[in-house]
């Protein structure tokens, strides 16, 4: 249906994501993987005579298997949805959330293949191919070769794991709620009892979601990120007093609290990649829940474990 006109993967440019303070101790101690994420762009064309459009996604050096985490660059949505909007629970036309899709997967290769209802907690499903419908929960993972698997995120940090050992992949919704309650080292454990994964060995991405620079929150959630967090040596860097110095409440570092549960879980620093780009500052690239005022689209982060060869 597309004709592949160019394909380009270059380095995500370093001045485009977000430097941690340099007095961060939790950054430094738990240390950033040096690798960067790596920023896409795919020419195509509908048909051999009609101009071509450009979309771009996301991937991980380090992730060896299929996947990518879209952009809202290259679709065909309009309006608040002005982009790849790909999600069906938005009022966007379906005709044109289907042609993202479409456009999406003909891009990165992958099927778009639901198989969760997200409910903001921290539910972990095994996908094995069988039954029918969406499962309630905010993670999933499989070592089922051929099955793909896709969640939706406009703020929320969608996380992605690779077992290279086993095989197994896994994806996880973070929002507050499922950070709080660390869904993150919950998936890393499912997958050790399911799959017996070794956590020091398993690859992990966290991408494009909102930001320390961005997450502003009232006195009760960050009451609930202190709580949660107080046994961490890095837990009081978490929440920020005074979010971007206009005496609005605190802000809240989503990508530092997920690092810690993924430390806590024994997922070794060097296997862990963090994308760096916020959600809410960069409308050119993404959705933002918050920013657009709940009225706007969804990206998708997908994962494919190949069949065995």
Known sequence: MYELVSRQVQTWPEEERWTPPEH???YSSLGVNPLSPQRVRVEMRPEPEAAPFRLYYLTFPHIEVPHAFSTRRGGVSVGPYR?????LTT????????ANRARFTAASGLPLTPVLAMVHGVEVVRVDGHGDGLILGDACITDKPGQSMMITTADCVPIIFYDPQRPAVGLAHAGWRGTVERIAKATVEAMQRQFGSDPAQLRVGVG??????SFEVGEDVAAKFTFAFSGSLWGQEIVLQDGKGQGRGC???????????LYEAGVKAENICLSRLCSACRDDYFYSYRRDRQVTGRMAAAVLLPQKS
Do not use: H, K, Q
Not at 91 to 98: F, G, I, N, P, R
Not at 208 to 213: H, Y
Not at 251 to 258: E, F, G, I, Q, S
């Open 24 to 26: 961060s101790l939790g």
């Open 83 to 87: 982009g790849l909007n790909i999600g």
């Open 91 to 98: 009022d966007d036309s379906l005709a044109a959330v289907e």
């Open 208 to 213: 494009p979601s909102i930001g320390p620079c």
């Open 251 to 261: 802000t809240v570092d989503l990508w530092l609290a997920n690092l810690i549960a």
